[in-house]
């Protein structure tokens, strides 16, 4: 076995020093110290058969049970999509309304504890009905209709449906607001049902209820 014992290697021209051929194996004995103040590229995972890489080496910040190496080499704490708070009214009373503007069938109130925060707005009742072709529901935040022109749903003609809705609304608030659940008529000419009851018959179809129904507001971290 030959010993070479040099202070320096370099490239005989470029810039570019190759050890070795394909499939040749070195060796580094134990207590041998390996200084780098430049960088290693083209290291793949796969190459590192064994040992440990030191935490402290995988990225920039604190690294612990709670929190995750991200795409950017910083370790974070998981902080999205967490359900914070969830209130919710309970309810089994048919409402009814023929007005053309919104009336309020059944509110719920809400603090959000954070601006970035976002509320998911779920009702769940009995049924929608309508005795002519008129009506409009939607979501409201406090004075703010949160459906649009045409409301969260709207039907032209006389209608008996399920009263299962939601909408996502994001308030950018930590003040107290109001959700409500709002119906009304388009021409006034007929009535509209909130969690309709079994009597009477209306439009010819016999309801039944009035049913057990939630209004839930629930509060999910950005």
């Given amino acids: 076995m030959s010993e070479i014992k040099v202070n320096k290697i370099s490239p005989a021209s470029g810039t570019t020093f190759t050890i070795g051929d394909s499939g040749d194996t070195f060796n580094i004995p134990s207590g041998v110290t390996l200084a780098n103040s430049g960088s290693v590229t083209g290291l793949p995972a796969s190459a590192i058969s064994s040992g440990t890489i030191a935490t402290a080496r995988l990225g920039s910040g604190t690294a612990s049970s709670s929190t995750f190496l991200r795409g950017d080499s910083t370790f974070a704490s998981p902080g999205g999509g ?47 009905f309508a005795d002519g072709p008129s009506l409009v529901f939607s979501f409201f935040r406090d004075s703010t209709d949160l459906g649009g022109t045409n409301g969260v749903y709207s039907a032209n003609d006389s209608t008996h449906k399920g009263c299962h809705y939601h909408v996502v609304d994001s308030p950018s608030t930590t003040s107290e607001i109001t959700y409500a659940a709002k119906l009304k008529s388009t021409n006034g000419s007929y009535t509209m049902y909130f969690n309709a009851g079994s009597s009477p018959t209306r439009g010819g179809n016999a309801q039944a209820g009035p049913m057990y129904g939630s209004l839930t507001c629930i509060e999910i971290g950005a």
Avoid: W
Wanted: proline letters at 2%.
């Fill in 82 to 128: 967490k359900v914070l708070q969830v209130v919710t009214t309970a309810f089994n009373t048919e409402r009814s309304t023929s007005s053309t503007s919104y009336q309020t069938m059944e509110t719920r109130t809400i603090t959000p504890s954070a601006t970035s925060s976002k509320i998911l707005v779920i009702l769940n009742g009995g049924n929608l």
